[in-house]
């Protein structure tokens, strides 16, 4: 268990819809990162916050928005949702700005029908 | 912006086979270097990470891997693999410096282990 929790753990929802995507950062930590895993892509980058603020942008959509709340738990936003959005959600932690070292929470699993 | 390189997709062995997983990276500047596992239907834990000093590193469960600056390289080895081994293992890296926060994964090496 790396101290990183995520909800839900499976969301199962249609084309156009918008779903949140809930990420708790291990204690101490004030870096928040989210990745999307998918079989065609593998695994990608696609947004950090730090203590509150936008640090870094990855290949993120337009559809897709964050946010990091005061107490330093984040959620991510996606919306007109379509098939290709399918795939694991990852949520990472970190004690700094840089890392240096991630710790990954179990994933949400986003099937769009 | 860094990339990473993971030459095999799929390692089959047989169990107390030895292992080395290849992975290199491109980027002119410092870097952090990880690998992580992740079993079947789990999340990614972190295996072992450099950052600077002995280029040979040893992680959790065994493993070690290996700095090759000239050569941009970071393998992982194992000496003696077991069939709990099996899973999907990435390379990442952070390069330091720059707006770079994230870390950047390798496509993966899927390892099967029969027992």
């Known amino acids: 268990d790396s101290g990183v929790t995520q909800t839900p753990k499976h969301l199962i929802t249609a084309t156009g819809q918008r779903v949140t995507l809930r990420c708790s950062p291990r204690s101490g930590d004030l870096s928040v990162y989210w990745y999307q895993q998918s079989l065609d892509q593998g695994l990608q980058f696609l947004i950090q916050y730090y203590n509150g603020e936008e640090r870094a942008k990855g290949n993120i959509l337009e559809r897709f928005s964050a946010q990091q709340f005061p107490d330093l738990h984040s959620e991510l936003n996606l919306s007109s949702l379509e098939l290709g959005d399918s795939a694991l959600y990852f949520c990472?932690?970190?004690?700094?700005?840089?890392?240096?070292?991630?710790?990954f929470g179990p994933g949400t699993r986003l099937t769009v029908t | 912006a860094q990339s990473v390189s993971q030459h095999n997709h799929h390692v089959i062995l047989s169990e107390a086979a030895s292992l080395e997983l290849g992975c290199n990276y491109s980027y002119g500047g410092t870097v952090n270097l990880f690998w992580y596992v992740q079993y079947p239907g789990q999340h990614l834990q972190l295996l072992l990470k450099y950052f600077s000093g002995d280029p040979l590193v040893k992680g959790i469960k065994g493993f070690e891997a290996e700095f090759i600056k000239s050569k941009f390289s970071f393998n992982l080895r194992k000496p003696s693999v077991q069939w709990s081994d099996t899973a999907e293992y990435f390379c990442?890296?952070?390069?330091?410096?720059?707006?770079?926060?994230?870390?950047?994964f390798g496509s993966g090496t899927q390892l099967t282990v029969l027992p």
């Open positions: 990472a932690s970190s004690v700094g700005l840089a890392g240096p070292e991630q710790y």
């Open positions: 990442a890296v952070n390069a330091l410096g720059g707006s770079a926060r994230q870390l950047t």
